[in-house]
């Protein structure tokens, strides 16, 4: 099966999760390509603190899009890192198509 690696920034605060802060910047053909984009902040995808967090998710190919990976990031200092899934949001899927 085809796969995409979407990067979509969120903005995560007070309530958790506010809806409309977030914003698909981009699509990869390799998970490795998606994660140097998030990591490098290339394009400044944190765009000066507006989006404090980012996921990668892999998407197979076909109608309603089937989420079957993430990887949640979140800015620390200097840099978006690796982070487990953030507490409240539930059973999201699908942050960036579908």
């Known amino acids: 099966m085809d796969k995409i690696y979407l990067i979509t920034t969120v903005h995560i605060g007070d309530p958790i999760w506010q809806w409309g802060r977030q914003r698909t910047v981009g699509w990869f053909p390799t998970l490795k390509r998606a994660e140097e984009v998030v990591v490098n902040n290339e394009g400044d995808i944190y765009e000066a603190g507006h989006y404090n967090h980012c996921v990668i998710e892999e998407v ?10 993430k990887e949640w990031f979140q800015w620390k200092k200097e840099g978006y890192v690796i982070i487990p899934k953030p507490k409240g949001l539930g059973n999201s899927t699908n942050v960036g198509i579908g």
């Open 60 to 69: 197979v190919s076909g109608l309603y899009p089937h989420v079957t990976r």
